[in-house]
């Protein structure tokens, strides 16, 4: 009897809350239509496609016409359509409640769309945590696919991972495949031949088993190099002829057609995992470098070690980031809003914002941009803050308050008006990590950290070969004759030179930060973390008094003089004000001299702002002594009273006043981040430097105060849910 195989692929196609309109069309030209074009050329092969619900969104609005082919493969069963969270969130990162939400709601989606409740769920990025069958189950979902490491680490050998098993929780029992090493390191990158004589080496007489792949649709034509590889070279039509041409002994199935017909094989319990690339990823600069090393090494001597080796699990990206932490920390607090809510179209507008505040992407960061791109950062921001706005509605939001905000066993302070809301971390320098303006659903203090990435190494490497025999480092190159390089292999960057601009912060980028600089710093120390001779930016500050306008916060700090610390004290008072579409924010500080000798420093506040001002985008731009430039452009001058700022497509507009006049020197952030296109540059929000050079004698003191009148032009209450309410940049980089 001839042996036989099944193989049951599922292509998941993503696009996140605020992508541009643009880089989606470019997608779907590349990847989304010519796999529908190729399955409607093909129809003996039948597999099963994820869609998450921007992308479907999206696809109503500009291409009805797809999904109505769409829905005729799922009419004659050639396609099985998976369900999964509707904003593609991680569901391990959400309240059990949201879970629900996401997956209830995708399903309700799906099946107005075409017909057909999902019986299965992708898993974003697969993190899988061993409570999730709970949520999944309560959802409406049978089965779910993870990756081979999941099953690595529950002990399932290679051998064994053709077919799908059983896991519970809590009594709810649910079906996961996993995928076929070989077949995600063969499709789409080694030839046919390969991926047909690897399917035909594990087949059996029984016809028993069967082969599951679940990858990213846009390694068919959208990552680098593929779309010549799958469609201009026709690497797909050469696979899906070849399916056809084996129909007698290579059967094509869906996942919920092969659970019809076939018993799982075996149980299993899977502990938390995603991917190997995201444990590497989640782990720490020096430690991912020393992993990657070391699970080369054992892949390369083959021993039998490397299938124990895992990174750290995708919730250390919250400690990695600090960002990523007040992102998610804020989400849950808008879902707690959310939650208390009375039910009615209010809570329901409030909850879809929540829901797409709960996309995936900036809450992690690895080969692609994550956390690192501003719009997409911005985009969850902004439904976040609309939830809690909605939520919140006109009643008088806490303010005053001393409440533990990153949930780090520190309090912090919450400031908040009809206008703003605006977080303060006294254990770190009292900076503000969190200013929202509540009518434009902006965050004006969503500035990235740079900080150093394991992939940094690669970035220094590239340019030294560059400037060399201009050859990329190892895994540059194509993977060998027939075949493509994967994504994960593949080094690029997009522009020369990036290793100058590796720069990294000292602190984290709050803003209203106390620093007491080297009196001859010259004004490109704003982007170059300039040497600090005080510990008020870093520091711990203590609060003495609290209001629901005001906090004053005091610090016993030093300068340092040569080889000695001089005792200072700082106090500092923050301020809010204004109405819903004018509000105001000021600080003022004060230090004291408290030690025997003078000092002579530059006093300065610092003020991170991002605007979205990206690739010189002319709508972003800020304003000094009769000069305005690009947002992200370098401005300098001296003795100022006032400043301004703005972004004109958001309607945002700040106007700084200076207490007393002071020199004002801003400078962009710029990260130097990975993609799936290769390195860039990326504009993360711009730094502002106000302050002059004071000289103390024992006992004197000195002022600085800087106050922002914002004005916000449209009210954007009646936003539609899901709206990344933010403005596009001109270019990434």
Not at 72 to 95: F, H, K, M, N, T
Not at 411 to 417: K, M, Q, R, S, T
Not at 604 to 613: I, K, N, V
């Amino acid at each position: 009897m001839t042996p036989r195989i099944g193989l049951a692929l599922t292509l998941h196609n993503h696009q996140p809350v605020g992508n541009f309109g643009w880089v989606i069309a470019e997608t779907y030209e590349h990847a989304y239509l010519p796999m529908l074009e190729a399955l409607e050329r093909h129809p003996g092969v039948r597999l099963a496609l994820h869609y998450t619900g921007p992308l479907v969104t999206w696809l109503r609005a500009e291409h009805p016409e797809f999904l109505e082919r769409l829905a005729a493969l799922v009419a004659r069963d050639q396609v099985e359509i998976v369900g999964g969270g509707w904003y593609e969130p991680v569901l391990a990162s959400l309240p059990e409640r949201d879970r629900l939400a996401q997956l209830r709601r995708m399903a309700d989606e799906l099946e107005r769309q075409f017909g057909r409740r999902p019986r299965g769920a992708w898993l974003a990025e697969r993190v899988w945590e061993p409570d999730l069958p709970t949520a999944l189950v309560d959802g409406g979902y049978e089965w779910t696919i993870l990756d081979d490491a999941h099953f690595r680490a529950a002990a399932i050998p290679e051998d064994a991972l053709w077919g799908p098993y059983t896991t519970d929780d809590q009594g709810k029992v649910l079906t996961v495949y996993g995928t076929e090493l070989g077949l995600r390191y063969h499709i789409p990158f080694s030839p046919v031949e390969a991926v047909i004589e690897h399917l035909r080496a594990n087949a059996t007489e029984a016809g028993d088993r069967v082969g599951t792949m679940g990858d990213d649709g846009e390694k068919f034509g959208a990552w680098p190099t593929t779309y010549e590889h799958c469609w201009t070279n026709g690497w797909v039509d050469e696979f899906f002829s070849a399916l056809e041409s084996n129909a007698d002994w290579l059967h094509t199935v869906t996942p919920s057609r092969w659970l019809d017909e076939h018993a799982p094989i075996g149980r299993v319990y899977l502990p938390t995992g995603s991917y190997a690339e995201m444990g590497e990823w989640a782990l720490p600069a020096d430690e991912a470098l020393a992993y990657h090393q070391a699970l080369s090494d054992a892949r390369d001597a083959h021993r039998p070690e490397e299938r124990w080796l895992r990174g750290a699990m995708w919730r250390n990206f919250q400690v990695r980031y600090r960002e990523i932490n007040d992102l998610h920390k804020q989400m849950l607090r808008a879902s707690a809003l959310v939650e208390a809510m009375p039910a009615g179209p209010r809570r329901e507008r409030a909850l879809d914002h929540l829901l797409a505040g709960q996309s995936n992407d900036p809450y992690w960061h690895g080969l692609f941009g994550g956390i690192y791109l501003p719009d997409l950062r911005l985009a969850n921001h902004a439904n976040l803050i609309a939830a809690e706005d909605v939520a919140i509605g006109d009643t008088t939001p806490d303010s005053g308050i001393e409440i533990d905000l990153d949930l780090d066993g520190k309090p912090e302070v919450l400031l908040a008006d009809a206008g703003q809301i605006v977080g303060i971390k006294p254990d770190e320098g009292a900076g503000i990590g969190r200013w929202d303006l509540r009518a434009a659903r902006f965050a004006l203090a969503a500035v990235l950290r740079r900080r150093p990435e394991a992939y940094h190494a690669k970035v220094r490497q590239l340019d030294a070969r560059e400037r060399g025999d201009g050859h990329v480092p190892d895994g540059g190159e194509a993977a060998g004759d027939g075949e493509a390089a994967s994504i994960h292999d593949i080094v690029m960057s997009k522009q020369t030179g990036l290793s100058a601009h590796l720069a990294y912060d000292r602190d984290e980028r709050r803003s209203g930060l106390l620093r007491l600089l080297p009196p001859d710093v010259a004004p490109d120390g704003v982007a170059a973390a300039a040497e600090e001779l005080g510990d008020f930016a870093s520091g711990a500050w203590t609060v003495a008094d609290l209001s629901p306008t005001t906090i004053r916060l005091v610090r016993d700090g030093t300068v340092r003089d040569g080889d000695d610390a001089v005792p200072v004290r700082g106090e500092k008072r923050i301020t809010i004000g204004g109405g819903r579409l004018d509000p105001t924010l000021g600080v003022e500080c004060r230090i004291t001299n408290q030690g025997d000798r003078p000092v002579r420093v530059r006093l300065a506040l610092e003020w991170s702002t991002m605007l979205l001002g990206g690739g010189g985008n002319p709508a972003a731009w800020s304003e000094a002594d009769g000069e305005k430039v690009a947002h992200d452009a370098v401005l300098t001058a001296d003795g100022l009273v006032c400043y301004a700022a703005g972004n004109d497509f958001l309607g945002i507009r700040l106007d700084t006043t200076l207490e007393p006049p002071g020199d004002v020197w801003i400078a962009p952030i710029q990260t130097v981040s990975n993609s799936e296109g290769g390195f860039e540059l990326v504009y993360q929000g711009s730094a502002a430097l106000v302050g002059r050079i004071v000289e103390l004698t024992p006992g004197a003191t000195a002022t600085i105060g800087i106050r922002h009148a914002a004005s916000v032009r449209t009210d954007a209450a009646s936003a539609a849910p899901g709206d990344a309410a933010v403005a596009p940049a001109a270019s990434a980089e």
